[in-house]
């Protein structure tokens, strides 16, 4: 079982739609969590993190940490066609990242 | 110093050469990263540095690879005898408060033919 697991997608939704994305993590010690954006061909870039469990909003982005079910959304409102990238997960290990697959996601006009 | 930055962008080399990768850290950072992603998958943890100690390495770094950061500055990430394998986007990362997340660079997209 990976640490990390994430749906790969591709998730393809109308624009102003509202996204929810996902991870799952087996390693109750992590009590830190990222969600990073990649763009095709580019390095990943920080978007939220949060400690422990709890809500944390940015703008039109809000992330959920749920510990007891060792579970982390991100959740996009109003989305729009420059969302479109890859989302990645990634619960910090103490001193490293340890990140998922990625979710692709596709906001069309 | 606006950000992680690194050299090469694109690096085509033949197989069984050596490369070597560069990584300019945020300069406050004293934490650095290696990661190596895939296509289609989440970036994977090679190696971290806190200033000049390299301190963990990843089973999946061999004999083949070795990073260094001299003067606990900018770090290096060589490979020798490449294999069609380790064609990866090579990411570099820094950090001085885990609190505030890790900072990536755009990556050394290495292709072995």
């Known amino acids: 079982q990976k640490e990390v697991e994430q749906d790969p997608g591709p998730l393809s939704v109308p624009e102003g739609a509202i996204v929810s994305l996902n991870c799952t993590y087996s390693n109750s010690a992590f009590q830190y969590f990222m969600w990073y954006r990649q763009y095709s061909r580019k390095g990943p870039e920080l978007l939220m993190y949060t400690y422990s469990s709890g809500n944390k909003e940015d703008g039109r982005f809000t992330a959920q940490v749920d510990k007891s079910s060792k579970y982390i959304s991100l959740f996009i409102r109003d989305s729009q066609p420059s969302d479109s990238a890859t989302y990645l997960c990634?619960?910090?290990?103490?001193?490293?990242?340890?990140f998922g697959t990625g979710t692709r996601l596709q906001v069309f006009p | 110093d606006t950000g992680v930055s690194q050299d090469p962008r694109h690096k085509i080399t033949k197989r069984g050469q050596n490369v070597t990768f560069r990584c300019d850290p945020i300069s406050e950072h004293n934490r650095l990263y290696w990661y190596r992603q895939t296509l289609g998958q989440g970036p994977e943890f090679l190696t971290y540095f806190q200033n000049e100690a390299q301190l963990e390495k990843s089973r999946l770094l061999s004999d083949r690879f070795s990073a260094e950061r001299p003067k606990g500055s900018f770090s290096t990430l060589e490979i020798q005898r490449t294999e069609q394998g380790d064609s990866a986007m090579y990411l570099c990362a820094s950090t001085g408060d885990r609190n505030y997340g890790y900072t990536f660079g755009s990556g050394t997209r290495l292709t072995v033919v």
């Open positions: 990634a619960p910090d290990n103490t001193d490293k990242l340890i």
